[in-house]
């Protein structure tokens, strides 16, 4: 990426998401009890943390059947109607949802398109609605050579029948509806034909505008042609974990923005150093990226798309939870609850930090391997955000004016183009 501007997509999603994070809840883990009510004692919390939108993993029953670990995987789904009674009941979900409003939240619920758990009732009355193998067996999902992909606790669904497609479509309109949802984030998103997502969002926009919408992905295609709202960044995350460990530096970042970073006429990505398949797979993101951690969460909630936090980072947690079993991320002190409320308080007051359009281009200054530095500004109102992508003390000379306030330290910062800025590893300034 050469320094300037970078181009921006234009705005056509909800206006209330204009300046939103996302959080994402796990609902099983999230407490001792691990049920709708005992979340519901944290909303306040999360309010006054700033939170927006509350995404929650997947809520059905899940299936017996095949079924991993004492509990099964969320995405092992055995009715799309019904609400897994480990978490509570239908009411229980409804008075969380009007808690949730209440509080001026939004909720969007993960959804399962691709397949379902082995005890769907289609499995026994639907065969048809499944992708069968050879022998005409229902699959389990399988790669393109037709490979496992290590989910045999899942049935494949066959997207070449129609009737599956509108039965699909008519239970995410009746949980859209019924439980009065703010938007979905769509599970495993890519594997779903791109037309089946063109005609399904086209539904569920025609019952509510205003909803948000999230496709599991990284394919353009997903918010030019089928106008989801955030797609994922995963290529980002995964150049952060790399220069987590030194395997990186600022001159990666710069190489994503210019030839893998797309520029959209709607929409944004998603921003992240961790959720619920990183953390149980991969790591927690203080195991992956070690002391670069936090300046990567400065970094996600800087960018011009939607930050997302997972369910624990504010404690912080630096373990990985159990995904098909009971555990529990063990909220005890909130110990970053004030690191993200101050991250998430200038997102929301700041216009040059609203998402997309709605606020300003990311403009690179000071150019360096090991420093990434930017300006947002919208109008009168700019951001400046200046970090240290290595585990070693830098100094450096900026190319530019920066002048404002520090909005951790609160102190005043003034440099004038030529002068000399020193950062410890890791170190980040923000400044407005």
Not at 289 to 315: N, R, W
Request: proline letters at 4%.
């Amino acid at each position: 990426m050469t320094q300037g501007m970078i181009q921006k997509p234009s705005a056509s999603w909800p206006e209330w998401a204009k300046n939103a994070n996302i959080y994402e809840v796990n609902i099983r883990q999230y407490t001792e009890e691990g049920n709708f009510k005992a979340f519901a004692k944290h909303l306040k919390r999360l309010k006054k943390m700033g939170v927006d939108i509350l995404w929650l993993m997947p809520i059905f029953p899940i299936s017996f059947i095949k079924r991993k670990g004492s509990l099964g995987s969320y995405y092992s789904v055995s009715d799309y109607r019904s609400i897994n009674p480990e978490f509570g009941t239908k009411k229980d979900f409804k008075k969380l949802v009007k808690d949730i409003h209440e509080l001026g939240m939004r909720i969007i619920l993960d959804w399962v398109p691709n397949h379902t758990g082995w005890d769907h009732p289609w499995i026994t009355s639907r065969k048809d609605f499944y992708t069968l193998d050879a022998a005409g067996d229902i699959s389990e999902p399988v790669d393109n050579l037709n490979q496992p992909l290590g989910w045999e606790d899942v049935a494949d669904l066959n997207y070449a029948n129609e009737a599956m497609r509108e039965t699909m479509m008519s239970d995410m309109l009746y949980c859209l509806t019924e439980y009065n949802l703010d938007g979905f984030r769509q599970d495993m998103a890519m594997l779903v034909p791109l037309d089946f997502w063109i005609e399904a969002n086209r539904r569920l926009r025609a019952v509510n505008p205003n909803i948000l919408l999230i496709a599991e992905s990284e394919n353009s295609e997903h918010i030019e042609q089928a106008h989801f709202d955030l797609i994922y960044s995963w290529s980002f995350h995964h150049l952060l974990n790399q220069i987590a460990i030194g395997k990186g530096d600022a001159s990666t970042l710069d190489h994503w923005f210019a030839n893998h970073r797309v520029t959209f006429e709607h929409g944004a990505y998603l921003y992240f150093t961790s959720n619920h398949d990183e953390n149980s797979w991969s790591g927690s993101e203080i195991e992956r990226m070690g002391e670069a951690h936090k300046a990567f969460a400065v970094l996600t909630c800087m960018m011009d798309g939607v930050p997302l936090i997972y369910s624990g980072q504010e404690e912080p947690m630096p373990q990985r939870l159990k995904f098909f079993d009971k555990d529990d991320i063990g909220f005890k002190n909130y110990a970053y609850s004030a690191f993200y409320a101050t991250l998430i308080a200038l997102k929301h007051q700041n216009k040059a930090l609203w998402n997309s359009a709605f606020g300003g281009a990311i403009q690179r200054i000071i150019p360096h391997q090991k420093i990434f530095a930017f300006r947002r500004q919208y109008h009168d109102e700019k951001v400046t955000v200046i970090m240290n992508l290595c585990n070693q003390y830098q100094t450096f000379q900026t190319d530019t004016m920066i002048s404002g306030t520090e909005i951790f330290s609160h102190g005043a910062i003034h440099f004038e183009a030529g002068d000399t800025i020193h950062l410890q590893p890791w170190a980040y300034l923000i400044i407005q």
